[in-house]
Nanobody, 125 residues
Framework: QVRLVESGGGLVQAGDSLRLSCAASEGTFSYYVMAWFRQAPGKEREFVAG????????LYTDSVKGRFTISRDNAKNTVYLEMNALKSEDTAVYYC??????????????????WGQGTQVTVSS
């Protein structure tokens, strides 16, 4: 059972930057498609960004394109989400997720097998 642990959330002002990290407990992480989702109060959890196994391909939801960058370091079993030009609407709990089966970057929650506990990002305007 892979355990995912997010870190790096916090309270920032609009226009600031944050870098989220998600560390996996074991080396099989390098075989998983990884993604970041977020859930704002009263809203459903939504896909933010995903990255392929070797990091060559990425996918972003439209609202974060050009502002967020997902990356991974398989040697460190870690995936990152660099968030720039943050807006108040980015306020949410951010979750990392791992998909061990599909081999493609999916925006569908139910296809992800492993989830972290979440880290809060709050952007004040």
């Amino acid at each position: 059972q892979v355990r995912l642990v997010e870190s790096g959330g916090g309270l920032v002002q609009a226009g600031d930057s944050l870098r989220l990290s998600c560390a996996a407990s074991e080396g099989t992480f390098s075989y998983y498609v990884m993604a970041w989702f977020r859930q704002a109060p009263g809203k459903e959890r939504e896909f933010v960004a995903g990255i392929s196994v070797n990091g060559a391909r990425t996918l972003y939801t439209d609202s974060v394109k050009g502002r967020f960058t997902i990356s991974r370091d398989n040697a460190k079993n870690t995936v990152y989400l660099e968030m720039n030009a943050l807006k108040s609407e980015d306020t949410a709990v951010y979750y990392c997720a791992g998909d061990q089966n599909s081999g493609i970057i999916s925006t569908t929650l139910r296809l992800y097998d492993y989830w972290g506990q979440g880290t809060q990002v709050t952007v004040s305007s």
